[in-house]
Each structure stands twice: as C-alpha cells, then as structure tokens.
C-alpha cells in the first residue's frame, strides 16, 4: 500500500502565515467585534430587515463577481448584527463568498477569507471546512486543502471524501490512497461517497492489492448495497483484467442502471472479447434499458474492429433514428466504415454534420480515392496536428502517390513536426514501390537510434515488408532474426519475399516455423504460401496447403485463393479444361463477375495458355474476360498478345476494336532508373528526354545482348509491337 502522506505544516505556522491576507480594515473591524459589546452586543442597533437585505445584497454581489461590494455589505453585516443573528449572519456570508471565490477564480480573495476565518475561530465549522477543502482543489492547491481537512475536527466524511475525490479528478492517486489511510486511521467511517473514488484509483494505478483490501472493508461494512459502489467495483475489476470477477459482481446486482452495463461492456472490449461484448449489448437491449452513446460507440467500434461494416453502420443508423445526436466517436467510427468499403456517397452525407473530425475526414475521402477532397480538408486546417499530417501522407501512399507522399512528408518536417511510428509505417512502402530503398535504409537508422520506436511491431513488421519487396530477401531476414516479438504479419512479409524470389522452400520452412510457434495464419498469409509455391512449382505443396485452409485453419478460399491456384496450375502447364474451367466458373460466381480480382484470376490462366500454347483454354478464358469488359487495358493487351502469338488476327482486330469502342488507353509502361544522384522516370515511347538518342541506342545494345544470352524469347517480341 501507499505510504502515508507526507508531514504537514503545524496549525500555528499555518494561522501566522495567513495572517499577512487580512485587510487593515478587517483588523480593525475584529478588534471591535473582539470587545464585549461588538457581536453580541451590537454598537449600532440595526433592524433584522437591515441584516437581511445586507445578506442578500452580498449574494447578488458574489453571483455577479463584484466581490469587493460584497466584502463591504460583510463588514457592515459585522458591525451591526444583532446577537440574535450575528453568528448565522456572518457564517451564511463567508459561506456565499467562498462560493463566489471558487467559482470565479479569485484565489487572493479567498486566502484573505480563510485568513479571516481564522481570527474569527470559525475553521473548523463544519459547513466552511468542506468549503474550503472545495475552493483549494479547484486551484490545485492540494497541501492547503489537505491542512484544512488535517486540522479539523470534524467525524463527517465529507471533507475528506471532497479531498480524495479531487486527488483522483487530478490523477494524484497516490495521494488519494494515502488520504484514504489517513482518514481511516482517525477513526472517521467511509461512505458509499468515498469509495467510488478509491475503487477509481485502484483500478487506475492497478494496485490490485489495494482494491481488494478496500472491497473487503465494503463487505464488512454494515452499510446498505449501493449501486454507485457496486458499479465502481465492477469498473475496477474490469480494469484489472479480472473479467470472470467483475462478470460475477455484475450478475450478483440486485439492480443495475446503464453505468454498470457500460462498465462491463467496456471490460470485455478492453480484452477484445467482442463477442461477449456483442451478446450482452444485445441483453442490454432486450431489457430496454436506455442505451447511452458510450455505449453505442463501444459496440460500433467492436463491429468495426471485427470486420462487421455493416453492423458498424447500421448501429449508427439505429442511433441516429432513436434521436441519438452522434458525437465525434461516432463519426469517426461512420466515416472509417464507409472509408472501408468505398461508401463515398455516404462518407459525404457525414461529412455536413461532422466538421469537428477533419482528420476522419481526410482519411475517408482517402480510402475512397477522392484525393482531391482530402487535400482540400488538409489546406484548411491551420495548425495541424501530427494525426492531421499522418492520415494526408497514408492517404498518397495508399493510393501509390510517392511524389505526393514524400512533399507532404518534407513539409511536415519543414513544419517542426517530429514523425511518429505510423508516419514512419506510412511512407516504408513507398521506399520499395519507387525502388528509392536509400531512403528506406535512412529509415532504418533513424528507427533503430530510437529507444521509443523498439516496441512498435506496426514499425518494424514495415522494415521487414519493404526490404522483401524490393527483393532484398537477406536484409529482410537480417530485421526479422532481430526482432523480439513477431506476428503473422511480420511472418506474411518474408514469406511473400522469398516467395516472389522463388524460393518456395524457404518460405515452406518458414511457414512450418510459423506453425510451430502456434502462431495462426490469416488469409494473406494464405495468398503468400500459395504464391510462394506457384512462383518455385511445388503443386503438391500447393495443393495441400489449399486443402488444410479449411479443414486446419478454418480460413474459407476467397478469390486471391483461387487465383494462386489457377496461376499454381498454369505455371507448371496443368491446363486441363475441366479443371481450369471448374476453378474460374467457382471464382466468378464468389464475385458475382463484378469483382477486380476475377479479372486477375482469369488473365493468370490466359498468360498460361500463352506460354504453354494452350488455345483452347485461352480463348475460352479470353472470351470470358472480353465479356467482363474490364477498365484495365493490361487486360486487352494481354489478350491481343496471347492472339498474336496464335496467330488469330481477326480476333486481335476484335479486341482492338473493343479497346476503341470502351475508351480504353494503353498505359505506357514507365520505370525508376537510379542516375546517382536521384531517380529518374523513363516511359516507353517517351521522346520528351534530351537524350534520348543516346538512351535508346544504348537500350538496342542492351537488348542485342539479352537476345544473345537467350534472355528474351523470340515468340514473346511482339508484346510491344501489338499496339504500336
């Protein structure tokens, strides 16, 4: 436990201190009502009419602020008080000042009362001492407040519950449980009002020791269940982790209100168990009991955190049909669901009434690559916060805009802001995107001189990633052998790095090692183990590892599943037609033909059919993908190419058309060429360059010698001749 609070300043010291606060005038008006015929008996016989009006005219002065005027209407009061109202008189004034004094911040003023308060020998009142206690807390001057509870005498535990309550509201909670001892050592009993605020502080300093001392002296107690208590020890419980506890005390309640709901829901959310959360949410419901916003962001929040957008946003719209005014929480959570799902049309309607969550904002117009928008809220944000420059800069690189990204970036430190993790996290794959890895490696140093970033796994998982996709594989082991802590995502990263490089065998072991450190794959996981073996032909492997998703990792084939598996099959020349067939017919019914990854699938199988000369299969598939009438022009070329090869230029005059008839443009291919210096970008056909010439004779002698070295396969040279 806490130990005792400190040694305080003596009674005497303190009064003598003060002392230098009072007035001369207040001196002088004491030394009169010091001799006999002052308070008890008046120099000024004065009506109970005058006293009263005196009494309010100080109330009306105290509400107003004009303390001065009421300090004055004090001294009258003073002076010409009857002994019949003199005390009440003079304590309902100094109350009423105090008052005044804490709620506008006079602090000066309000010593002097304390001051006077003293030489009147009224401190330890029991109506001004936790006026006092109250005005000091609201200045932060906890050592005078703790004097005056000290030093009274009073057995009520107000004073002390006004003290400990301030220290938690203030986050001192070893003060506050320190307090608690010493008020229990007095002999003063808690109430039911002293122990939600140290249950509050147990639960937030985690002293479980503490918390379970103060829950035992609740159950000795001979005072009657309360609710606030009750629902203060559930909070601290679920705070502590302990969930079957707080569950327990949960149940036991003989009535609940929606702050004991809130606390548990909030318990199982904190340790993820959402679907507990989710179950008792929907018994909240069914007892119709009123559902607070807390609530319903908690619950929102889960849905989200799990996957479930539309769960997400059809509790907003239950909210919002209830008459619940949504707040920035639950924006924030409306507008990353429709950011999820590509809802801009939804996003926008948000976007009229949640002007208070810019950051969201950009983020949603972002992740519905509405740029443009996004940039726009980014301008008009005058002091931007380090979230505001982070969810531009993910924004670009979610998009692959590296230029974008980096200006951002610069700007951002041309600004003074320091980046943080998730900057770092958001620009890493861009450094492999551009082929810019000295940037990257900057990163590297810049993340490895900094003790805070160690425990970033979000960061290091990036290290990992980039290196992998630029194809520095032994780098990307390097980082992974020195991390600590990994995850599926750090062990995805190197898969799907040995598996581009080909080496499906080190991506097998890893896996296996995977497996072994029960840590389970995911899906992606699934597409990189997949891709690995396609990319080294291991079929077999392939095939078992396809089989084992369901049956081991519970992970049901989506669509990149069955795309890994038609480009497994069609790299090693399995081109049978049922198969093949039976395998796009599934993954074209999964997406209804409408989604981007179908068109993926099939053009694997068409590339196959063109390496292997598969005609049959390839202008099945080819025909299939025609009457999809994808945007990407990669598609048609790959197509026309595949055609050319066959030799079937009717049909190559037939995707040509359509290509005209779709407004479909062939994307000049373009690369990031490493001049020293920086990195240039270089297009196909591009004639812009001044040297040009020389740069093309140069690329005629490199293909010369690839030609030679049997790099580049005869039937293959018309891939670039189809559509000049």
Not at 68 to 80: D, G, N, P, V, W
Not at 335 to 346: N, Y
Not at 557 to 571: F, I, N, Q, S, T
Request: charged share 20%; net charge negative.
């Amino acid at each position: 436990m806490p130990s005792s609070y400190p040694h305080f300043i003596p009674k005497e010291l303190f009064a003598s201190q003060i002392q230098r606060f009072i007035p001369k005038t207040w001196k002088e008006g004491i030394k009169q009502l010091e001799k006999p015929s002052s308070i008890l008996e008046p120099s000024l016989p004065v009506g109970d009419s005058m006293i009263d009006s005196l009494l309010a005219s100080i109330k009306t002065y105290a509400r107003e602020g004009h303390l001065s005027e009421a300090f004055k209407s004090l001294s009258l009061i003073k002076l010409h008080a009857s002994s019949s109202t003199s005390c009440d008189a003079v304590l309902h004034s100094i109350s009423s000042l105090l008052f005044s004094c804490t709620n506008h911040k006079s602090f000066p003023q309000g010593k002097q009362l304390h001051a006077h308060i003293i030489r009147l020998g009224l401190e330890q009142h029991p109506i001004l001492v936790p006026k006092l206690v109250t005005f000091y807390s609201s200045f932060n001057s906890h050592v005078d407040a703790h004097i005056v509870v000290e030093n009274s005498n009073i057995l009520h535990p107000l004073p002390w519950n006004l003290l400990i309550s301030s220290y938690v509201k203030n986050e001192l909670l070893d003060e506050a449980l320190a307090t608690y001892e010493q008020m229990v050592n007095k002999g003063i009993r808690p109430d039911c009002f002293t122990y939600p605020s140290v249950l509050k502080a147990c639960g937030e300093k985690l002293d479980i020791g503490f918390g379970k001392e103060v829950h035992k002296s609740i159950d000795a107690s001979c005072q009657e269940w309360n609710l606030y208590v009750h629902n203060s020890l559930v909070s601290m419980y679920g705070k502590f982790g302990l969930v079957d506890v707080a569950r327990q005390l949960f149940d036991i309640m003989p009535q609940r209100d929606i702050i004991s709901w809130n606390s548990m829901i909030s318990c199982y959310a904190s340790k993820g168990m959402w679907n507990e959360a989710f179950e008792l949410f929907g018994k909240l419901q069914m007892e119709g009991t009123e559902v607070s916003i807390i609530t319903w962001n908690t619950i929102a929040g889960g849905c989200l955190r799990t996957g479930n957008i539309k769960g997400a946003l059809e509790l907003l719209s239950q909210m919002r049909v209830g008459g619940i005014k949504l707040d920035s929480v639950a924006f924030t959570v409306g507008l990353s669901a429709s950011s999820h799902i590509g809802a801009i049309k939804l996003g926008k309607e948000m976007h009229g009434s949640a002007n208070n969550v810019r950051n969201a904002l950009i983020t949603m117009y972002s992740r519905c690559k509405d740029l443009s928008h996004a940039y726009t809220l980014f301008e008009s944000i005058g002091n931007r916060s380090i979230v505001t420059w982070n969810s531009m800069i993910s924004g670009y690189s979610h998009m692959d805009r590296a230029e974008e990204a980096s200006f951002i970036f610069r700007a951002m430190l041309c600004s003074g802001i320091e980046p943080n993790y998730v900057t770092i996290a958001s620009v890493l794959p861009l450094c492999a995107r551009v082929a810019n890895l000295q940037h990257g490696k900057e990163f590297h140093c810049y993340i490895t001189k900094r003790v805070v970033f160690d425990d970033y796994l979000l960061l290091w998982n990036a290290l990992v990633d980039m290196y992998a996709r630029s194809g520095r594989v032994i780098e990307a082991k390097r980082v992974f052998d020195s991390m600590n802590k990994k995850d599926e995502v750090t062990y995805t990263s190197m898969i799907a790095g040995y598996g581009v490089q080909g080496e499906g065998k080190a991506a097998l072991k890893l896996f296996e090692d995977m497996n072994s450190l029960n840590i389970q794959p995911d899906h992606v996981t699934m597409v990189s183990i997949l891709s690995a073996c396609s990319h080294s032909g291991l079929v077999i492997q392939g095939q078992i590892l396809f089989e084992r998703m369901v049956s081991m990792y519970s992970i049901t084939p989506d669509l990149e599943h069955y795309a890994c598996m038609v480009d497994l099959y069609g790299r090693a020349g399995l081109l049978h037609p049922h198969t093949c067939k039976q395998t796009i017919i599934k993954d074209a019914c999964t997406a209804n033909m409408t989604n981007g990854l179908t068109y993926s699938a099939i053009a694997t199988l068409i590339g196959a059919c063109r390496i292997h000369g598969n005609t049959e299969i390839g202008e099945w598939a080819a025909e299939m993908l025609l009457q999809m009438r994808p945007e990407n022009s990669g598609y048609y070329v790959l197509i026309a190419n595949m055609y050319a090869a066959a030799g079937s230029w009717n049909n190559l005059a037939r995707v040509r058309t359509f290509m005209r008839d779709l407004g479909v443009r062939k994307a000049p291919g373009c690369a990031w060429v490493d001049v020293g210096d920086g990195f240039s970008l270089f297009l196909v056909g591009d004639t812009t360059n001044q040297l040009r010439n020389e740069i093309y004779l140069l690329l005629d002698g490199l293909n010369e010698l690839m030609k030679d070295a049997d790099y580049i396969r005869e039937d293959f040279s018309s891939d670039y001749e189809v559509f000049e």
